[in-house]
């Protein structure tokens, strides 16, 4: 095999792993494959990613994907545990026999993918590339340097010289925890939620948010405090343990949601042009070089979004989505209404036998499925959106999706109704803000608005789990990149600059100025190029430095489908190279 580059992956979780799967698949189609990979893990794990490493969960952390829907690597998931001795699938939470729709413990998702790891790292020995692996190693600097190539630091202080550089660091969670006050930045990792020596937590527990994050936290904490059996009639039952009479959980959602449920899908992998080709979505952008949110919306979602209703049966909304002056954010509101009710839990307990039904009898529900593939689609083109977009999209469009297409699996939401009924666990509506002052050492005040009704609260435990932010350029971990304006914070320019003023006042220190003085608009996270190649200060690309990592990126990559996506940023990152040495 010809071609002397060498290329430094940073990472092994899975970007890294699907960037190598990739790269194996094309590895002869290329003019100049690399010749030796190097792969740094701060982890002493390889290949498991921070989701599903035992280091940061635990076996009540479930993962919300099954095997069917995994982007396939050498063994599909399912094969691989059928192939696990009994007491291997026991320590990992899975019970006989393996479905290829069931889904199971992210601990037994990060040992398949640690495996999967070690496949791929032969294979590619096999075909010719040299491939170093340096787990427990740290990188704390990257600089691209002035006669061509990259020096990577690590945390020691040693230096690798590489052609280019794939950053796959995965999720990242600044350390803001203040133990003392109880107040925890992320659920990770979980081991710091559990008290020493297995005691328990015997008073009120606030989460921000009531994602899938925060059920993993429910789960955890739940197990700790009682257990978990099922009645004569097969129904989910929660029974606390002597000592935690006062131990319950309030999850804090802005409005008072809980997520959708599991449900059939059609087609279990998303497809980036399955509604539009990528002629006809370009054939979209106006004279000014934008897409507009709400041209997309009518253009390509309208039509695909009558279809998945009509195999629905959902008549109402077929007649609604005909007519023109239905938009984006009618569709939004009305959807989200479909799914308030006066109380979630109730409501998740109606929607249980819906999503029952769909899953056992293999009943797709088409719209949900059809709005994934619609905004998928769109998250590889949002570079395309002008500000105003932008700022609809993360304000309007975003929580809809998080909240109502967003799939908790079944056996997810019968514990959360579990401990409900059992009174240890409750929903509160509401915006939640840090208290401007802090009265107690040993406590977190929470100040609840917009809601039912407005609270101050005091948690001896409160921990965030909405999700991962946006890195800002101040969070990037490799700081010569950031002197040397080798990268730059990712913006969009407004396509109506007037629309500047009407930001916002709690949006406005996001507003900046483009390079040719228009105003812009920062989206969050580092600005990259369809190639996911880091973008300079200057505006160029630069073929040495990749980025792959969703923290990084989201803000021009704002709804990347979990795993799917990771899978789909390597191919456009490969094909990258393909076209462009």
Known sequence: MSGTSSTGVIGSGPSALYFLKNLLDRLHQMESPPRRISIFEKSHIMGTGMPYSPETTNIHSRSNISSEELPRLPQSFADWLRDQPAATLEELGVEPPVDEEAV?????????????????????????????????????????????????????????????????????????????????SSPWPIHKLVPEKDGVLNFAIGTLGAS??????????????????????????????????????????????????????EEPMREIYRHVSLDELLALVDAQGYLRLERYFDKVCRPALLRAFQKDGMPEMVDLLSAPNFRLRDFVEKMTDEHDYADAFEGMRQEMEEARISVENDRPVHWKEYMDDLMYTLNFHA????????????????????????????????????????????LMEGRVELAEEQPHADSTRIVVSGGRRDAVIDYR????????????????????LVRAGDVRE?????????????????????????????????VGGLDIDPFYRLVRADGMPDSRLHDISFPLTTGLRPYSYGLQACNETARILIEGWMRHG
């Open 104 to 184: 199971y413990p992210r601990l037994a998702l990060g040992r398949y993918f640690q495996a999967q790891h070690r496949v791929l790292v032969d294979r590619l020995r096999e075909a010719g590339v040299e491939v170093h692996e340096f787990p427990g190693c740290r990188i704390s600097d990257i600089r691209a340097d002035a006669g061509g190539g990259v020096t990577l630091v690590t945390g020691e202080g040693a230096e690798h010289r590489l052609d280019r550089v794939v950053v796959a660091t995965g999720h990242h969670w600044p350390n803001k925890d203040k133990p003392a006050a109880g107040y925890y």
């Open 212 to 265: 899938l994050s925060a059920f993993d936290v429910v789960n955890t904490l739940a197990h700790l405090n009682g257990s978990f059996s099922r009645n004569d009639d097969g129904v989910l039952t929660y029974a606390a343990a002597p000592g935690t009479e006062d131990f319950r959980i309030v999850m804090h959602s802005a409005e008072g949601l809980l997520p959708h449920l599991q449900f059939a899908q």
């Open 383 to 426: 570079e395309l959106l002008p500000a105003e977009d932008h700022i609809r999209l993360s304000g309007e469009v975003m929580p809809f999706l998080m909240n109502v297409v967003a799939a908790m699996p079944l056996e997810s939401g019968e514990v959360l109704l579990a401990l409900h009924d059992a009174g240890k666990l409750e």
């Open 461 to 480: 435990m409160f921990i965030d789990c909405g999700g991962q932010k946006p890195l800002e350029l101040s969070d990037y971990p490799f700081p010569s």
């Open 490 to 522: 990712a913006r969009a320019l407004f396509a109506d600059p007037a629309e500047a003023a009407r930001v916002p006042e709690k949006k406005r220190d996001k507003l900046c100025t483009g390079e040719d003085g228009r105003p812009a608009y920062r």
